[in-house]
């Protein structure tokens, strides 16, 4: 059956069309053209006519009168394939599917094959059962492996569909209307090629003529059963031979020939040659056979760029230019017409002269390697390297000069690779992007609205000049001038991986993913797309997995978890759909826009109204759905409920009042006998109360009287202390620029310092005393003593260590130390130094405390030794002694451990080493007075309300 613009006609097996008229069937003048045949389909071709394809592959035009022959040009590629159904495309597309050659796109007017749908080219099968449409244009194909869509609206071709490409695809170039890819096996172009084939197909035969009985006639249903074969098309072609032969003898003995013959069609099985479905081949080009990795179209031919060197590509041959080198990076065309060559350990440049390419300068003073290079006002160079960018101007002789170099700081090491976009350098690394800024002369982070994280995008470098960033999901070109169109560039969200995007001269993008394919997007024709596309509500249920009708979803009071599955149906790319709701009562805005089809609502009673919409690959938003749902509320928040609840509220208020009332009366006379019986009890409390507050009143001011008498001695013992310290004259005198931050914890203090002077030495130490207050008060006046005497008894060799040596065996005599179990163990940390003023020589030794020495801005410290100077169980026989040579402007500090031991700052710990040497560093610069107060209120906003733990001593002075 076809129906055309005005009536339905019905094609009658060996009789041919008819016209459907009111009951009646009117015959067709050329109806006679299908009568051995089966019209499989009826496609719309103009006003007036149908396009008409049948079983035996043939097509035609019909206008409801006449049969028009309508032929294509495929070389009887169709008539081979055997025609199995017919869709129209567009307004000048017909697809017509084939049992042996998959799908023939055909241009409907001029009938040239446009495009072959089949195996080669993606195609799971070329034995095609059926096509459709959507409404969306998409052709839709069904075969034994399931069904296909192809969208011919996306100016979308695959060129890896044809043979002859080896190796993994690294980039491409359109050179003189041919394409040429770089694979890690070469460079290969694609040429057009013609190659015939045998295959065996089914056919059609002569027919087998029916000749009308003379004598005999026989009833019409009998003539069907004997005449008329299967209405498949399947059928036919798999039928018996040997039942078809014995029919047509029988039927042979029992005619005779009448001037009118029925004919029935024969399907053999035939070797036939026919051009094959790929016209095209690639071929590898002479002489590469390494990896190549950039091609370059030149007027003179393509440049390529490979392991092994520079080549040269003319009339699909290669030959080298210069070997034996790394090439990293082909630069963009220089003023003088030639190219600059960055390399694993350098960089060149080459220039065509005497009709051939060769080499012009070679910059044999750097030899680091080379990622790229932009060359900028025809002398500037910019180089990005390992770590490093390189910077220098080119002289007239080539050779170069004002070399600088930059970095940014990065938390591990990268290639550096640059390109001049926009007028403006930009610095791609894997951890960011940044920008050259001519006022700092430095490289700064690029900001903008699509790098807002800079550590979550992508980026291509495949051709100077026209980088792509993926941001998320989308591809974004960073050259602001590139002509594609928002919804253009969103075809390369089609690709999951790319690894290269290169333009040609026609803004075609040639485009190589990770699956070692390559693409072509035809810029021009490109059109924007507004596809049909809408969400659904695909299924309401609970979490009883229970389905609700989405006309009525009122829920009860234990449906608290609603699972609603919305759709979008859309076909480019599986997961490119995204989706977005919001819940009116329940949510203040829009969630995010997700993949996940699936909305999990856990609400409470009340009214709500789900909106949903979704968002196609091309940024398209659909209009927005809604849906209204209610969740009944539970009997304990119904207004009867409330009321019951009120009512037994007001009963038992009244029970308990009453119960309440009895037991007032019963506990006030309680009450009153028990108040009689405590006044009694607490009037001779209070008079022991008063008899113990005057005893301790009294003994509170004893205690008060011994304590002042306690504060006055130790008061009298710190001035004693203090007469004992040195005078700050004679610090003074000794040095020009010093301080002294003495804090003892209590009145007294158990560090001190001590100093002393012939005529070639100074002799000066700070010291901390086991124990602190009164105990380490005696501590240190056993120490200066002690030193004292040292120094008054001592000889001209006498060295820092020596003197601790000694004041080591002086303490252990003075407390009776001599190592056995149970005794004390008090003793003294101390950092003692000599400086002998004519050799400007600084003697150190120290038990514990080290020294810091600060020389042009760097710290030095000189440590102590791990023991006191006092009885210790694994003591050394001699402390060490340090001589140290000192510069002016260098800068000693000697302390104790107080300050580094206090506890404060935001988490109260101590205030460490660490921040003892970054603090000194910090005021390193500052007169001692300043660095003196500095760290006075370093250590008091340390502190903080915490009370100090120990006592201070710290003595800085700059020589």
Same mark, same amino acid.
């Given at each position: 059956?076809?129906?055309?613009?005005?009536?339905?006609?019905?094609?009658?097996?060996?009789?041919?069309?008819?016209?459907?008229?009111?009951?009646?069937?009117?015959?067709?003048?050329?109806?006679?053209?299908?009568?051995?045949?089966?019209?499989?389909?009826?496609?719309?071709?103009?006003?007036?006519?149908?396009?008409?394809?049948?079983?035996?592959?043939?097509?035609?035009?019909?206008?409801?009168?006449?049969?028009?022959?309508?032929?294509?040009?495929?070389? /009887?590629?169709?008539?081979?394939?055997?025609?199995?159904?017919?869709?129209?495309?567009?307004?000048?597309?017909?697809?017509?599917?084939?049992?042996?050659?998959?799908?023939? *796109?055909? #241009?409907?007017?001029?009938?040239?094959?446009?495009?072959?749908?089949?195996?080669?080219?993606?195609?799971?099968?070329?034995?095609?059962?059926?096509?459709?449409?959507?409404?969306?244009?998409?052709? &839709?194909?069904?075969?034994?492996?399931?069904?296909?869509?192809?969208?011919?609206?996306?100016?979308?071709?695959?060129?890896?569909?044809?043979?002859?490409?080896?190796?993994?695809?690294?980039?491409?170039?359109?050179?003189?209307?041919?394409?040429?890819?770089?694979?890690?096996?070469?460079?290969?172009?694609?040429?057009?090629?013609?190659?015939?084939?045998?295959?065996?197909?089914?056919?059609? %035969?002569?027919?087998?003529?029916?000749?009308?009985?003379?004598?005999?006639?026989?009833?019409?249903?009998?003539?069907?059963?004997?005449?008329?074969?299967?209405?498949?098309?399947?059928?036919?072609?798999?039928?018996?031979?040997?039942?078809?032969?014995?029919?047509?003898?029988?039927?042979?003995?029992?005619?005779?020939?009448?001037?009118?013959?029925?004919?029935?069609?024969? !399907?053999?099985?035939?070797?036939?040659?026919?051009?094959?479905?790929?016209?095209?081949?690639?071929?590898?080009?002479?002489?590469? @056979?390494?990896?190549?990795?950039?091609?370059?179209?030149?007027?003179?031919?393509?440049?390529?760029?490979?392991?092994?060197?520079?080549?040269?590509?003319?009339?699909?041959?290669?030959?080298?230019?210069? /070997?034996?080198?790394?090439?990293?990076?082909?630069?963009?065309?220089?003023? @003088?017409?030639?190219?600059?060559?960055?390399?694993?350990?350098?960089?060149?440049?080459?220039?065509?002269?005497?009709?051939?390419?060769?080499?012009?300068?070679?910059?044999?003073?750097?030899?680091?390697?080379?990622?790229?290079?932009?060359?900028?006002?025809? #002398?500037?160079?910019? +180089?990005?390297?390992?770590?490093?960018?390189?910077?220098?101007?080119?002289?007239?002789?080539?050779?170069?000069?004002?070399?600088?170099?930059?970095?940014?700081?990065?938390?591990?090491?990268?290639?550096?690779? +640059?390109?001049?976009? #926009?007028?403006?350098?930009?610095?791609?690394?894997?951890?960011?992007?940044?920008?050259?800024?001519?006022? %700092?002369?430095?490289?700064?982070?690029?900001?903008?609205?699509?790098?807002?994280?800079?550590?979550?995008?992508?980026?291509?470098?495949?051709?100077?000049?026209?980088?792509?960033?993926?941001?998320?999901?989308?591809?974004?070109?960073?050259?602001?001038?590139?002509?594609?169109?928002?919804?253009?560039?969103?075809?390369?969200?089609?690709?999951?991986?790319?690894?290269?995007?290169?333009?040609?001269?026609?803004?075609?993008?040639?485009?190589?993913?990770?699956?070692?394919?390559?693409?072509?997007?035809?810029?021009?024709?490109?059109?924007?797309?507004?596809?049909?596309?809408?969400?659904?509500?695909?299924?309401?249920?609970?979490?009883?997995?229970?389905?609700?009708?989405?006309?009525?979803?009122?829920?009860?009071?234990? @449906?608290?978890?609603?699972?609603?599955?919305?759709?979008?149906?859309?076909?480019?790319?599986?997961?490119?759909?995204?989706?977005?709701?919001?819940?009116?009562?329940?949510?203040?805005?829009?969630?995010?826009?997700?993949?996940?089809?699936?909305?999990?609502?856990?609400?409470?009673?009340? @009214? !709500? %109204?789900?909106?949903?919409?979704?968002?196609?690959? &091309?940024?398209?938003?659909?209009?927005?759905?809604?849906?209204?749902?209610?969740?009944?509320?539970?009997?304990?928040?119904?207004?009867?409920?409330?009321?019951?609840?009120?009512?037994?509220?007001?009963?038992?208020?009244?029970?308990?009042?009453?119960?309440?009332?009895?037991?007032?009366?019963?506990?006030?006379?309680?009450?009153?006998?028990?108040?009689?019986?405590?006044?009694?009890?607490?009037?001779?409390?209070?008079?022991?109360?008063?008899?113990?507050?005057?005893?301790?009143?009294?003994?509170?001011?004893?205690?008060?009287?011994?304590?002042?008498?306690?504060?006055?001695?130790?008061?009298?013992?710190?001035?004693?202390?203090?007469?004992?310290?040195?005078?700050?004259?004679?610090?003074?005198?000794?040095?020009?620029?010093?301080?002294?931050?003495?804090?003892?914890?209590?009145?007294?203090?158990?560090?001190?310092?001590?100093?002393?002077?012939?005529?070639?030495?100074?002799?000066?130490?700070?010291?901390?005393?086991?124990?602190?207050?009164?105990?380490?008060?005696?501590?240190?006046?056993?120490?200066?003593?002690?030193?004292?005497?040292?120094? =008054?008894?001592?000889?001209?060799?006498?060295?820092?260590?020596?003197?601790?040596?000694?004041?080591?065996?002086?303490?252990?005599?003075?407390?009776?130390?001599? =190592?056995?179990?149970?005794?004390?163990?008090?003793?003294?940390?101390?950092?003692?130094?000599?400086?002998?003023?004519?050799?400007?020589?600084?003697?150190?030794?120290?038990?514990?405390?080290?020294?810091?020495?600060?020389?042009? =801005?760097?710290?030095?410290?000189?440590?102590?030794?791990?023991?006191? *100077?006092?009885?210790?169980?694994?003591?050394?026989?001699?402390?060490?002694?340090?001589?140290?040579?000192?510069?002016?402007?260098?800068?000693?500090?000697?302390?104790?451990?107080?300050?580094?031991?206090?506890?404060?700052?935001?988490?109260?710990?101590?205030?460490?080493?660490?921040?003892?040497?970054?603090?000194?560093?910090?005021?390193?610069?500052?007169?001692?007075?300043?660095?003196?107060?500095?760290?006075?209120?370093?250590?008091?906003? &340390?502190?903080?309300?915490?009370?100090?733990?120990?006592?201070?001593?710290?003595?800085?002075?700059?020589?």
């Amino acid at each position: 059956m076809l129906i055309t613009h005005k009536n339905t006609f019905f094609n009658v097996y060996g009789e041919g069309l008819y016209r459907l008229e009111s009951d009646t069937l009117f015959p067709i003048v050329t109806g006679y053209y299908t009568e051995n045949s089966e019209i499989l389909f009826s496609l719309p071709y103009n006003d007036k006519r149908v396009l008409v394809g049948t079983d035996n592959s043939e097509l035609y035009t019909f206008d409801g009168i006449k049969y028009y022959n309508y032929d294509i040009n495929d070389d /009887g590629y169709l008539e081979e394939s055997i025609l199995a159904d017919g869709q129209i495309i567009s307004d000048t597309l017909y697809a017509f599917g084939t049992l042996y050659g998959g799908v023939e *796109v055909v #241009n409907k007017r001029t009938g040239k094959i446009v495009y072959t749908v089949n195996y080669q080219n993606g195609l799971p099968d070329d034995e095609i059962y059926s096509l459709g449409l959507d409404n969306n244009n998409g052709l &839709w194909i069904s075969h034994e492996f399931g069904v296909s869509r192809v969208d011919f609206n996306l100016p979308l071709r695959n060129f890896t569909t044809y043979p002859g490409l080896k190796g993994n695809l690294i980039s491409s170039v359109w050179h003189n209307n041919e394409l040429y890819v770089a694979t890690n096996e070469g460079v290969y172009y694609l040429s057009e090629v013609k190659d015939y084939n045998e295959v065996d197909i089914w056919v059609k %035969t002569s027919p087998v003529r029916r000749k009308t009985p003379t004598t005999t006639k026989t009833s019409k249903s009998e003539e069907s059963k004997t005449q008329r074969p299967s209405k498949r098309l399947f059928s036919k072609l798999f039928s018996k031979k040997t039942e078809t032969t014995a029919v047509e003898e029988k039927q042979a003995e029992s005619t005779k020939e009448t001037t009118r013959a029925r004919t029935k069609p024969r !399907y053999v099985k035939k070797t036939v040659s026919r051009l094959k479905a790929i016209n095209y081949i690639y071929k590898q080009v002479e002489g590469l @056979n390494d990896k190549c990795t950039q091609l370059v179209s030149t007027e003179h031919g393509i440049l390529v760029a490979s392991n092994d060197g520079l080549y040269h590509i003319e009339e699909h041959k290669s030959k080298e230019i210069v /070997g034996n080198r790394y090439i990293n990076q082909i630069s963009n065309k220089t003023g @003088n017409g030639g190219y600059y060559i960055s390399t694993a350990n350098g960089l060149f440049s080459i220039i065509y002269t005497d009709e051939k390419w060769q080499p012009e300068y070679s910059f044999v003073d750097f030899t680091e390697p080379v990622y790229t290079i932009n060359i900028l006002n025809k #002398n500037s160079a910019w +180089l990005g390297g390992d770590d490093y960018v390189y910077s220098f101007l080119i002289d007239s002789l080539g050779e170069p000069k004002d070399f600088k170099y930059y970095s940014v700081k990065t938390d591990f090491p990268e290639q550096y690779k +640059l390109d001049f976009i #926009n007028d403006s350098l930009f610095l791609f690394l894997e951890s960011g992007l940044y920008c050259y800024d001519l006022k %700092t002369d430095s490289f700064k982070t690029y900001k903008s609205d699509y790098f807002n994280d800079q550590y979550r995008f992508k980026f291509l470098l495949n051709q100077q000049s026209l980088p792509w960033i993926k941001s998320g999901d989308k591809w974004i070109c960073l050259n602001s001038k590139s002509v594609w169109a928002d919804q253009e560039k969103s075809i390369l969200k089609l690709f999951d991986d790319i690894s290269s995007v290169i333009s040609d001269d026609y803004q075609n993008m040639w485009i190589i993913n990770n699956n070692n394919q390559l693409y072509k997007i035809n810029h021009s024709k490109f059109k924007t797309l507004e596809p049909d596309f809408n969400v659904f509500f695909n299924k309401i249920k609970n979490e009883k997995e229970i389905s609700f009708e989405l006309s009525d979803l009122t829920f009860d009071p234990d @449906n608290k978890a609603i699972y609603i599955k919305i759709i979008a149906p859309y076909y480019l790319k599986r997961n490119s759909t995204r989706y977005q709701y919001f819940v009116e009562g329940l949510m203040n805005d829009w969630s995010t826009w997700s993949i996940n089809q699936d909305i999990n609502l856990i609400v409470e009673s009340g @009214n !709500y %109204t789900l909106h949903v919409r979704a968002t196609d690959i &091309w940024g398209n938003k659909s209009e927005i759905k809604s849906l209204e749902f209610t969740i009944k509320p539970p009997f304990t928040e119904s207004t009867l409920f409330y009321v019951l609840i009120g009512i037994g509220i007001i009963v038992l208020f009244l029970i308990t009042s009453k119960i309440r009332e009895r037991k007032l009366l019963h506990d006030k006379k309680i009450l009153e006998h028990k108040v009689k019986v405590r006044t009694i009890e607490i009037q001779e409390q209070k008079e022991e109360i008063e008899s113990q507050r005057d005893e301790i009143i009294i003994q509170r001011d004893m205690i008060l009287e011994q304590k002042e008498d306690i504060t006055a001695s130790i008061n009298y013992a710190s001035r004693i202390q203090n007469a004992v310290l040195p005078i700050n004259e004679h610090f003074d005198n000794a040095f020009s620029d010093h301080f002294i931050l003495f804090k003892p914890r209590d009145i007294v203090s158990g560090d001190f310092y001590w100093i002393a002077e012939d005529k070639d030495k100074l002799y000066f130490t700070a010291a901390d005393c086991t124990g602190h207050g009164v105990p380490g008060a005696f501590m240190s006046m056993l120490g200066i003593s002690s030193l004292n005497e040292i120094f =008054g008894s001592k000889s001209d060799k006498l060295t820092a260590n020596k003197i601790l040596n000694l004041l080591r065996e002086k303490i252990k005599y003075s407390l009776h130390q001599t =190592g056995k179990e149970g005794e004390n163990k008090d003793g003294m940390d101390m950092a003692l130094c000599i400086l002998h003023k004519k050799k400007n020589i600084l003697e150190y030794a120290g038990a514990y405390n080290p020294l810091y020495l600060i020389r042009d =801005g760097e710290l030095h410290e000189y440590k102590a030794d791990r023991m006191p *100077v006092g009885i210790y169980h694994v003591e050394k026989d001699s402390f060490t002694n340090h001589e140290i040579k000192i510069k002016k402007g260098d800068i000693i500090y000697i302390f104790s451990d107080g300050f580094v031991d206090q506890f404060g700052g935001p988490g109260e710990t101590k205030f460490k080493s660490t921040n003892l040497k970054k603090l000194l560093l910090e005021i390193q610069d500052k007169p001692m007075a300043d660095q003196k107060q500095v760290m006075e209120e370093t250590f008091e906003q &340390w502190k903080g309300k915490l009370h100090q733990i120990d006592d201070i001593i710290f003595i800085g002075i700059k020589f």
